[in-house]
Protein backbone atom coordinates (compact mmCIF):
# COMPACT_ATOMS: atom_id res chain seq x y z
CA UNK A 1 0.00 0.00 0.00
CA UNK A 2 1.79 3.57 -1.19
CA UNK A 3 1.02 6.64 0.59
CA UNK A 4 1.40 9.19 -1.56
CA UNK A 5 3.26 12.12 -0.34
CA UNK A 6 1.69 15.94 -0.03
CA UNK A 7 3.85 18.97 -0.27
CA UNK A 8 4.36 19.53 3.08
CA UNK A 9 6.18 16.29 3.74
CA UNK A 10 8.40 16.13 0.86
CA UNK A 11 9.65 19.76 2.00
CA UNK A 12 9.87 18.63 5.52
CA UNK A 13 11.76 15.64 4.03
CA UNK A 14 14.26 17.35 2.14
CA UNK A 15 15.27 19.81 4.53
CA UNK A 16 15.76 16.55 7.15
CA UNK A 17 18.10 15.52 5.10
CA UNK A 18 20.04 18.69 4.34
CA UNK A 19 20.05 19.34 7.94
CA UNK A 20 21.61 15.63 8.95
CA UNK A 21 23.86 16.46 6.09
CA UNK A 22 24.99 19.75 7.67
CA UNK A 23 25.84 18.43 11.45
CA UNK A 24 27.30 15.04 10.34
CA UNK A 25 24.50 13.32 11.30
CA UNK A 26 23.84 9.39 9.69
CA UNK A 27 21.05 9.55 7.11
CA UNK A 28 19.72 6.72 8.42
CA UNK A 29 19.95 7.87 12.00
CA UNK A 30 17.01 6.28 14.27
CA UNK A 31 15.01 8.57 16.62
CA UNK A 32 17.00 8.10 19.58
CA UNK A 33 20.37 9.25 17.63
CA UNK A 34 19.02 12.38 16.07
CA UNK A 35 17.81 13.09 20.08
CA UNK A 36 20.98 12.14 21.43
CA UNK A 37 22.84 14.07 18.92
CA UNK A 38 21.15 17.22 20.17
CA UNK A 39 21.26 16.50 23.64
CA UNK A 40 17.84 15.92 24.62
CA UNK A 41 15.62 13.07 25.56
CA UNK A 42 13.58 11.33 23.09
CA UNK A 43 10.35 12.55 24.84
CA UNK A 44 11.38 16.19 24.09
CA UNK A 45 12.48 15.37 20.58
CA UNK A 46 8.68 13.37 20.04
CA UNK A 47 7.36 16.67 21.57
CA UNK A 48 9.11 18.76 19.56
CA UNK A 49 8.18 16.96 16.86
CA UNK A 50 4.53 17.51 17.60
CA UNK A 51 4.95 21.21 18.74
CA UNK A 52 6.25 22.45 15.79
CA UNK A 53 5.63 20.05 13.25
CA UNK A 54 1.80 21.23 13.16
CA UNK A 55 3.05 24.48 13.28
CA UNK A 56 3.63 24.68 9.56
CA UNK A 57 0.02 23.50 8.70
CA UNK A 58 -1.88 25.82 11.33
CA UNK A 59 0.32 29.16 9.66
CA UNK A 60 -1.32 27.35 6.34
CA UNK A 61 -4.80 27.29 7.57
CA UNK A 62 -4.19 30.69 9.01
CA UNK A 63 -3.10 32.34 6.30
CA UNK A 64 -6.04 30.75 4.37
CA UNK A 65 -8.63 31.79 6.59
CA UNK A 66 -7.04 35.09 6.05
CA UNK A 67 -7.06 35.17 2.64
CA UNK A 68 -10.81 34.18 2.91
CA UNK A 69 -11.85 36.94 5.04
CA UNK A 70 -10.18 39.48 3.23
CA UNK A 71 -12.01 38.36 -0.34
CA UNK A 72 -15.25 38.29 1.83
CA UNK A 73 -14.26 41.90 3.11
CA UNK A 74 -12.88 43.04 -0.41
CA UNK A 75 -16.08 42.28 -2.21
CA UNK A 76 -18.08 43.87 0.55
CA UNK A 77 -16.21 47.31 0.06
CA UNK A 78 -16.93 46.78 -3.82
CA UNK A 79 -20.28 46.36 -3.07
CA UNK A 80 -20.86 49.76 -1.03
CA UNK A 81 -18.54 51.70 -3.08
CA UNK A 82 -20.89 50.59 -6.37
CA UNK A 83 -23.48 51.59 -3.78
CA UNK A 84 -22.32 55.09 -2.90
CA UNK A 85 -21.16 55.55 -6.82
CA UNK A 86 -24.51 55.37 -8.11
CA UNK A 87 -26.03 57.12 -4.87
CA UNK A 88 -23.39 59.83 -5.72
CA UNK A 89 -24.33 59.94 -9.51
CA UNK A 90 -28.02 60.50 -8.76
CA UNK A 91 -27.43 63.32 -6.46
CA UNK A 92 -25.68 64.84 -9.38
CA UNK A 93 -28.03 64.36 -11.21
CA UNK A 94 -30.85 65.82 -9.13
CA UNK A 95 -28.78 68.56 -8.65
CA UNK A 96 -28.90 69.49 -12.24
CA UNK A 97 -32.20 68.86 -12.81
CA UNK A 98 -32.91 70.90 -9.70
CA UNK A 99 -30.07 73.65 -11.02
CA UNK A 100 -29.19 73.63 -6.90
CA UNK A 101 -25.79 74.99 -7.92
CA UNK A 102 -27.30 78.23 -9.61
CA UNK A 103 -29.61 78.45 -6.96
CA UNK A 104 -26.66 78.61 -4.17
CA UNK A 105 -25.09 80.93 -6.99
CA UNK A 106 -27.54 83.14 -6.56
CA UNK A 107 -28.14 82.87 -2.56
CA UNK A 108 -24.54 83.57 -2.00
CA UNK A 109 -24.29 86.76 -4.11
CA UNK A 110 -27.39 88.03 -2.49
CA UNK A 111 -26.33 87.47 0.94
CA UNK A 112 -22.39 89.24 0.13
CA UNK A 113 -24.46 91.98 -1.55
CA UNK A 114 -26.41 92.97 1.99
CA UNK A 115 -23.34 92.79 4.39
CA UNK A 116 -21.64 94.72 1.90
CA UNK A 117 -24.52 97.30 2.47
CA UNK A 118 -24.34 97.19 6.41
CA UNK A 119 -21.10 98.44 6.53
Known amino acids: MSKKLNRED ?7 RQIS ?3 GVAPDAN ?22 AGGAQSKEQQLDQQLKRLKEEYESLEKKYADLSCENEGRKLAWEIHQV ?3 LAEKKNSTAR ?6
Open 10 to 16: VAAMIRA
Open 21 to 23: KQL
Open 31 to 52: IKAICEHAGISRKTGYQWAGKF
Open 101 to 103: DEF
Open 114 to 119: GKNKKR
